[in-house]
Structures are given as C-alpha cells and as structure tokens.
C-alpha cells in the first residue's frame, strides 16, 4: 500500500507569506515518514504554484530562492494538483489562505485539507463581523468601532474620538486592520495626535489594497493565547494550556519582532494565574471555537482583566507552526512532541474524511520494519554567553533533525553556573533559556562524568563563550566522549577573531587590517589610537569585540566621535578588549565548509544587508534578512573563493564543520590589483537553526538537513575514533572524507 501524499502549502499571497514558509518547512521538518509521502508546494505571489526543490526548503527568506523558481521548480495548475497530493497541510497565513479562498479551491478539487472549511475560515478573518457572531453568543470582545478605508481618510480625528467615548472608551486605544496577524499594522495609541497615522498605517499595511480598520478598547491585564485541538477519539474539544504573554519593558504591545525573533518577550506556559482562571479562559476558547464553528484546530487568543472578565481579541482558524509557537509549546505540556502535534492534527481531518484507519495499518507495518539500535546523541544547548538564545534555537532544532530511525536524541541544558540538566518537551520549546532556567531552579543537575553512561555522542550545540573557546571541548575529551566540531586548539583560536586573523595573515592569508585595544591603552592614550587607525586603514572602520558572534556589538564608526563612542560601548559591557578593523569594500560571503583531513567548501552565500552591518534580526527573524544561495558570482569566482576556504579551514585546524566569513574583492575593488578573499573570521560552531545558511548551502549539493546533521556526527565519531574507544563508536556511523 502506497503512503498517503501529503502536500505542505505556503508562501501565498498575503503579507504573512513569511511567517507561513517558517510553518511550512517545521512541517515538512517533523511529517512522520513512516505515514507519509511528504511534499512541499509553495504558491508565489502572483498565485503560481511549485512544487518546492528541497534545497530551497531551509532558506531563511523567499527572495532568497524566488527568482529560481523558473528555472528550477516545477509548477503545478490547481487541476493538476490532485494527481500528485492526497491531503494538503494548509501552511499559509492571511489573505488567500485563512479566508475561506483556498478552502473554496480545495473543497472544488475535492482534496481533503487542515483546518477550518470555507464559513468559519472567511468569519475568522473578518474580524469586524467575526466579533459581532461573537457578541451574538454572548462572548465579550473588545468595545470600539470601525471605519471604512474611505472613512480612514475623510472622518475628522475630533468626531472618532466622540465615537470612541459614545461607547465608553477613552485613550488609549488599539488600532489595527481588519484583516491581516501577525500583529502586522497593529499601533496602541496613548494621545490624540498620534491616532491618523496609526488609522493610516493599519489601513495601507497591505500594500495592494487599503482596507478597513478598528479601533479599540486598550484592555489592560494578562494577555494570553490559547490552542484548541480535537480528541477525535471522544469527540470533543480538547484546550491545550495556555500561554500568557508578557510583551518586553517600554514596548506597547506583542508585536511582530517579539513573536518570532529568539527569546523576545516573555512567554508562561501555563499562566502565572490560578487553576480556575486557567479554566476561565479554556471554557470560553472552547465556547468561542464553537460559535465560530472553527474546526480541527484554533488559537484563540485574548485578555484577562483585573476583574477575571475574559475578553477575546482574536480567533485564528490556523496558528503559526514555527519551531517554538504557541501550538508546540502548550502541545509539550500534555507531553505532544512537534511529530505527534502535527500528526495528530492531520489524524483528525483524516478521522472526519474516513481515510484514518488505512493510514494506521500502514504504520504499523513500517514501525515493525525498522527497528534498529539507535545511536544516543545527547545535545548542548544554553550556556551563559551572548548567543545562548541562539543556541537554544540550534539545540532545539538539533533534537527536532536527528533522524529518529537512527538516533535516540537526548536534550541538555547547559546553565549559568555550567551544569548540566536533561530538558523534557515542555522545557525543550520554552520560549528563552531564563525561562528553562527558572524551570530547573530546584532540579537536580547531571553529572559531567555521567555523560558517558546516558550518551555515545555529545552535539555542541552553544555558540561563544565555553560552548566554542575549547573549554567544553577539553572537558568532553577528558571523560571520553566524541563529539562534533573542531578541537580544542582550533575552537580556541577561531574564538579569537584577532588571532585567527594575525595567525591567517601570518600563513598568508588576506585579512582586513586591524588594532587590539585594550582597556588600560585606551583610557591612558586614544589620540595614539586615533592616529595609528588613521595611519593604517582610515574612516570609516569597523568595531567589535574580538570573542562574541551574531554581530553582538558590532558596529561601524565613519568619525572619530563614532569610533570613541563604538569602543567605549565595548569597554561599557565588560568587554576587556575592542576591535578595530579596516572597512573591507567588496561581496560580503559566508561559506560552510565540512570535512575533516580533506576539507570541501560548500557553496558562498552573498549575505545582503539593509544597513551597514548584517543584524541579529537579518540573521534570525523570518523574512528580515536574505542571502543568495550560490552567491551571484561567476562560476570560476565561485570556485576560487571555496578553494581559499579549503585552504583556511585546514590552516587552522578545522574539523568537522565550521563557517567561514569573507569578503570577495574583484580586481578593481582589491588594492593589490588582483581578484582577492578577504577573511573575517571562522565559527567552529556556527548556528544550526532552521534557516541559516550552512542548510542552504549543503541543500545546493544535495544534502537534507538531517543528512548534513548526519554527516556531521559521522566525521565526529571518524575524528575521535584513533583516540576514543572505537567501541563507542557504533559501526554505521563511520564515514571517509572521500563521502562528504
């Protein structure tokens, strides 16, 4: 019997069409293999459809791969689609995809989909007269008005606010549009004068078409959201426990950032409140849910009030499915992991479609095949660097990538005070590593000198600080363990960005030119410093400390007003030493490399920044950044550029893997004439989240994720393997360099 097709939709038409390719690739990251066939289809935004190339799948931004498309994808026409999909995961947000159209579509073709069908999805978006059903079922919502688009620009300031007290609100108020998430076009305004732009903002967020706008009662006490399930077995709505939102210091609401950049906000999942507010706030999602008649899956989110009146504020017939989401956290509570959400969600459409019980036979009959010893991998994550949220987010995403068939993944956690606790679901997708610290206060920690007896292999998963300086690395080789990643000499000195540039430069390498300041020098003599930066590579420059990454400080200073201020923000955050370096003018690059005595570059990203330096947000927050996977550069440029990080991979000692950042000169822009690579520094553990480039990278030359994660344990254990019992070794994970 043939595995059920399942099709994984996103991108779409709407200005959530970011959001929706994150959900979809943590789709296509957790679909159970043994049930299904999956395949990933993304619509364009001219409403094309392709079927996606799974190299492109991990990117971090569609303009990344989008002008590819033609030539690489395959499109398919909505008829075509029912010959090659037997079930379609609705992974899209906004217009086009929560509204009842895609719905319409697929009821048309007659393909059983996720989610809510074509009422309630057009309710739900609408949320003008989705709040009117509500009231009708005596469901408290927000007290406010709305205008049309025309209204937006001929209604007087003066008669709104009149409006407004006719229904007993003052200011402040909420102002957003009628029919987009996300929190996208969504303003609190405090004062009179800043109510038109905010109406105007709301009512132009899209930017086809102006649209209609509300305004609100701003409700004051606990904001939460809550997901609501089906037990299809018994035939009722199943609320998961909620989350309750703490938007971060002097910000006004939960917006946009705060949902998806790492460890933004603050997240409690269940709510710091009691059990019968808890309650409170299930029975009336629940009641909502039903008066909208969404079905299969909702998230309902609204307030709590100083009084315990639970008010809603937004009802979703779909909820974002990115790693960490509100639909895997509270789903990890009643011990759901992101495969048993997921395939629970599509059993219950299957259950109602009469198509469920010839999918579970078909399961059973795959689980008998593959049983197999499985090799035990226990993940780092946290530590108590800059980068530990970054780190949780590989961590996690670590865990998620192992194939289970092969690895049985075991998560840690890795504390302030560098001890070690085992992670359950519900610790594994909190939402920052303060909130797991809290969690594990009164936990009893693992012993270092356990690891051996739980693990055959340990995953680095932290990012700076101990997690990649050599210091983990030393301690796991004193107790045996192989692990993934570079030595203990190499990881140090990648570390060091000044040393590994002096150290390149000394090998004759390419470097930017630079000046180790440290604090003592600095206090006692800037105008020496001043000068000598003048006299070696002028304004503007670069400043940065010498042993953080994630661009964590970084900037660029075009006056010596700048350049003092960059170091003494440096020297401000404890930083013992500033970097100065030369402002390289070329192709910023970032390249993965992978092997260990006979390294292979992957192929360069071209990493394009808005603004001078390349921000944590463009690194990590879905859609902010964009990277084009190969980097637009002639095919023998390209090659030159990977032939000069193989060269520096093995100067320095790699092992493994590591990413290596660069900028490429052409002759022109070179002051030696001639074409050049400028290093910047190597990351002996560079991020490992869903979508950083290293995926991108090795998805080119058709490698998955989880085939490069395994790739990377393979070399792990081939590193360790003359100087580590070879019986910790099992005997399918050995790898040749001559297979990388």
């Known amino acids: ?433 303060k909130e797991i610290e809290d969690a594990l206060v009164n936990e009893t920690p693992l012993a270092w000198n356990d690891l051996p007896t739980i693990a055959d292999f340990v995953f680095i998963a932290l990012h700076g600080g101990e997690g990649e300086n050599g210091t983990i690395q030393g301690a796991l080789e004193m107790i045996g363990m192989p692990y993934n990643g570079s030595s203990v000499l190499a990881s140090a000195l990648c570390m060091d960005k000044y040393k590994t540039t002096q150290f390149l430069k000394h090998r004759g390498f390419d470097v930017p030119g630079a000046l180790f300041v440290d604090y003592d020098t600095w206090q006692s003599n800037k105008q020496a410093i001043f000068d000598t930066v003048h006299e070696e590579f002028g304004l503007p420059c670069i400043v940065k400390p010498h042993d953080d990454g994630c661009s964590v400080m970084v900037q660029k200073a075009r006056t010596i007003e700048q350049l003092e201020q960059a170091v003494n923000t440096l020297f401000a955050e404890s930083k013992t030493h500033a970097l100065i370096e030369e402002c390289v003018i070329g192709m910023e690059l970032t390249v993965g490399v992978i092997g260990n005595e006979t390294p292979r570059a992957l192929p360069p990203s071209q990493a394009v920044s808005s603004s001078d330096i390349l921000s944590i947000e463009e690194k990590f927050l879905p859609g902010a950044g964009e990277n084009q996977t190969p980097a637009p550069l002639p095919t023998a440029t390209l090659r030159f550029v990977q032939d000069v990080m193989e060269k520096v991979y093995a100067a320095i000692g790699c092992k493994g893997y590591a990413r290596i950042d660069c900028f490429y000169q052409t002759a022109e822009q070179s002051p030696t004439d001639k074409e050049r690579v400028v290093i910047l520094e190597i990351n002996s553990l560079p991020g490992m989240t869903p979508a950083t480039c290293i995926f991108h990278q090795a998805a080119e030359v058709g490698m998955k994720p989880m085939d490069f994660v395994d790739t990377i344990i393979q070399l792990g254990f081939e590193e360790h393997s003359t100087r580590i019992n070879t019986t910790t070794m099992p005997a399918q994970n050995t790898v040749s360099n001559s297979t990388v």
């Open 1 to 433: 019997m043939n595995k059920l097709r399942v099709g994984v939709l996103m991108g779409g038409k709407s200005i959530e069409k970011e959001v929706s390719f994150n959900s979809g690739r943590t789709v296509c990251d957790h679909l159970d293999t043994a049930r299904y066939n999956v395949t990933p289809l993304f619509q364009r935004h001219d409403g094309i459809i392709f079927i996606l190339p799974w190299h492109f799948l991990h990117r971090g931004k569609i303009s990344d791969f989008e002008h590819r498309l033609e030539q690489e994808a395959q499109s398919v026409t909505w008829d075509a689609l029912r010959t090659i999909v037997d079930f379609i995961y609705i992974a899209m947000h906004g217009h086009f995809a929560e509204d009842g159209t895609i719905q319409g579509m697929l009821e048309i073709l007659g393909i059983p989909y996720l989610g809510s069908k074509v009422f309630a999805s057009a309710l739900c978006m609408d949320k003008i007269i989705q709040k009117e059903f509500m009231r009708m079922h005596e469901i408290e919502v927000p007290r406010g008005i709305h205008l049309s688009a025309h209204d937006v620009h001929t209604i007087d300031t003066a008669t709104i606010i009149e409006r407004m007290r006719a229904h007993g609100v003052s200011l402040p108020y909420i102002v957003k549009p009628f029919k987009e998430g996300s929190s996208l076009g969504i303003r609190k305004v405090s004062q009179e004068s800043e109510l038109r732009d905010a109406m105007i903002h709301a009512a132009t967020i899209h930017p086809d078409k102006e649209q209609a706008i509300l305004i609100e009662e701003f409700i004051d006490g606990m904001e939460f959201s809550c997901i609501i399930i089906v037990d299809y077995k018994k035939n009722e709505l199943l609320p998961l426990p909620p989350t309750e939102i703490v938007p971060e210091a002097n910000t006004d609401i939960f917006d946009y950032d705060q949902k998806y950049m790492p460890g933004r906000a603050s997240k409690f999942t269940p709510p710091r409140c009691s059990q019968e507010v808890v309650q409170a706030i299930q029975q009336v999602c629940i009641k909502t849910m039903r008066a909208l008649e969404i079905t299969t899956i909702a998230r309902i989110d609204g307030f709590v009030t100083k009084d315990n009146r639970v008010v809603i504020i937004d009802p979703n017939t779909l909820s974002g499915m990115a790693p960490s989401s509100f639909l895997f956290r509270q789903g990890a509570e009643i011990n759901m992991s992101h495969t048993k959400i997921i395939n629970h969600l599509i059993e219950t459409e299957l259950h109602a479609y009469g198509m469920l019980d010839a999918i579970m036979l078909q399961e059973e009959k795959e689980s008998t095949s593959m049983q197999q010893t499985k090799t035990r991998v226990a993940i780092l994550m946290g530590g108590r660097s800059n980068e530990k949220e970054i780190s949780l987010e590989s961590g996690r995403n670590m865990t998620y990538k192992l194939s289970p068939q092969k690895y049985e993944a075991i998560p840690l956690f890795l504390n302030q005070e560098m001890k070690l606790f085992k992670l359950n679901q519900s610790l594994l997708v909190r939402n920052s590593t």
